[in-house]
């Protein structure tokens, strides 16, 4: 059974950091796809950035320069390091993997997703 769980939400203040965790089991998805999504208070549930290579990356324009993606292929981990952040950085952030070896920016392009964790940004 294929699990991904999330990790490292919290609150910080405008301008702080934050780094997000993504621990997946069940199987590898080395040479596939993952992606941190995030949903805003009112708002569709949107990418912020995918993995499959460092050669082969996407960020969201409104995260690029402050977040950075990474990924720990041994262990099946994912990280979102996020730096500089803003108040409209806030959402509940969710980890999604898939088994493609395309990067797809919509939700339904990922075949296993967390929980997701919460992330508020003050000003």
């Known amino acids: 059974q294929v699990q991904v769980v999330e990790s490292g939400g919290g609150m910080v203040q405008a301008g702080g950091s934050l780094r997000l965790s993504c621990a997946a089991s069940g199987r590898t998805f080395s040479g596939y796809a993952m992606a941190w999504f995030r949903q805003g208070p009112g708002k569709e549930r949107e990418i912020v950035a995918a993995h499959i290579s460092n050669d082969y990356l996407f960020y969201t324009r409104s995260v690029k320069g402050r977040f950075t993606i990474s990924r720990d292929i041994a262990n099946n981990t994912m990280y979102l390091q996020m730096n500089s952040l803003k108040p409209e950085d806030t959402g509940v952030y969710y980890c999604?993997?898939?088994?493609?070896?395309?990067?797809?920016?919509?939700?339904?392009?990922?075949?296993?997703w967390g929980q997701g964790t919460q992330v508020t940004v003050s000003s």
């Open positions: 999604a993997a898939s088994v493609s070896n395309l990067i797809a920016t919509t939700a339904t392009g990922y075949d296993f």
